[in-house]
């Protein structure tokens, strides 16, 4: 059964950059049945999708975060990476990455989650 | 964007009684809506997808309904640790993927 860790700073300045890391275990990122995916929630308040990869490269964003977000992949890691530019306190939250079935585009497993604060 | 709302804020039940838990599409979404289950403290755990389907491992106790825009999560007989924070989301059109804001379960 595959198994998703999220890793990367507790604490990011303002205007900085968030950087976190999923690392899969238990199967491969290189795989036509799944997309992995970024997945956010503030202290309290509910889920709020970021974006995803897929294996060939293709990416999706949301359309609220699309100028300051990039997902990428290192398949020689079996990890996929979310970087998001120019945060500020609303980027405060859990992040969690997961991972969506391609063919029912559902999240059928997430990482731990990691919560990421922006502060100076 | 598809907005998801979903209702009551709370529901405060006791053991062995039933759950109903709404969820409503701001537009059409067909059947594409997927449930989740959060704990506090914890990732959220896919229930149902396809609006009545159970995810792998889910009991029969959990039964989803609903198309187009209205969509409804049934617990029949609630057990003790079903009280937990109930997301429902939309898969139908995106990007990007919404949720609604949550129906908190307690005792």
């Known amino acids: 059964q595959q198994q998703l860790q999220e890793s990367g700073p507790g604490l990011v300045k303002p205007s900085g950059t968030l950087s976190l890391t999923c690392t899969v275990s238990g199967g491969s990122i290189i795989s036509s049945s799944y997309y992995w995916t970024w997945i956010r929630q503030p202290p309290g308040k509910g889920l709020e999708w970021i974006g995803d990869f897929y294996y060939s490269g293709t990416t999706y964003y949301n359309p609220s975060l699309k100028s300051r977000v990039t997902i990428s992949a290192d398949t020689s890691k079996n990890e996929f990476s979310l970087m998001l530019t120019s945060v500020t306190a609303a980027d405060t939250a859990v992040y969690y990455c997961?991972?969506?079935?391609?063919?029912?585009?559902?999240?059928?497993?997430w990482g731990q989650g990691t919560l990421v604060s922006v502060s100076s | 964007e598809v907005v998801m709302t979903q209702s009551p804020d709370i529901l405060s039940l006791s053991p062995g009684e039933r759950a109903t838990l709404s969820c409503k599409a701001s537009?059409?979404?067909?059947?594409?809506v997927a449930w989740y289950q959060q704990k506090p403290g914890q990732a959220p755990r896919l229930l149902m997808y396809g609006a009545s389907i159970r995810a792998t491992g889910i009991p029969a106790r959990f039964s989803g309904s609903g198309s187009g825009t209205e969509f409804t999560l049934t617990i029949s007989i609630l057990q003790s640790e079903d009280f937990a924070v109930y997301y429902c989301?939309?898969?139908?059109?995106?990007?990007?993927?919404?949720f609604g804001p949550g129906t908190k379960l307690e005792i």
């Open positions: 989301q939309q898969y139908n059109n995106w990007p990007p993927y919404t």
């Open positions: 997961a991972r969506k079935n391609y063919l029912l585009r559902i999240f059928d497993s």
């Open positions: 537009q059409s979404v067909s059947a594409d």
